[in-house]
Nanobody
């Protein structure tokens, strides 16, 4: 089973930027759709962005125009570039990998990385 390791979270001021990375331990990385979700305390999990195996990208409404998702297939890594961060972006960010079109029982989740936006 593929394993995911996220990195790049931390504390940043409003208006700042961070780049999250998600390294996958699979030689079949190109078969997976890679997505990011986030969850803030007391809130439901929220879809952030997805990059499909064919490199199509889709974004959640709250991050459109500020976040960019990408993938590097030879490096087996997905990225989330986050610009113009707002306090409302503070959450634990989770990387996911799946072969199916939608989240399901076979979706693999990373351990999460904390992003805090505060002055």
């Amino acid at each position: 089973q593929v394993q995911l390791v996220e990195s790049g979270g931390g504390l940043v001021q409003p208006g700042g930027s961070l780049r999250l990375s998600c390294a996958a331990s699979t030689t079949n990385f190109m078969a997976y759709h890679m997505a990011w979700y986030r969850q803030a305390p007391g809130k439901e999990r929220e879809f952030v962005a997805i990059v499909t195996k064919t490199s199509t990208t889709v974004y959640g409404n709250s991050v459109k125009g500020r976040f960019t998702i990408s993938r590097d297939n030879p490096e087996r890594t997905a990225y989330l570039q986050m610009n113009n961060l707002e306090p409302e972006d503070s959450a634990v960010y989770y990387c996911t990998a799946r072969i199916e079109p939608s989240i399901g029982r076979n979706t693999v989740w990373g351990q999460g990385t904390q992003v805090t936006v505060s002055s």
